[in-house]
């Protein structure tokens, strides 16, 4: 869900690769893989990176959740001087 709100602020591509749980989605900005929720795992990705699309990331979350976290997103952006 992240990968969403940031590909909303700072466009890019949204990416996939798979983890135990499923898929893990993150963002490809400027040529670079950015992952702002690696930390959420216990061992090291190893990075398919898979090109995903906003359709197939928003299936793992609900539009309440999104708008939440888009507001914390947005508030850590500006705090950090990010945007």
Known sequence: MTALVVQDIKGGYILKTPCKEGWHFYNQLNGQRCDFTQEQFR???HYADILSSREEAF?????EQYEALKKNVMTYFIHENLL
């Open 43 to 45: 061992e090291p990705l």
């Open 59 to 63: 299936m793992d979350t609900n539009k």
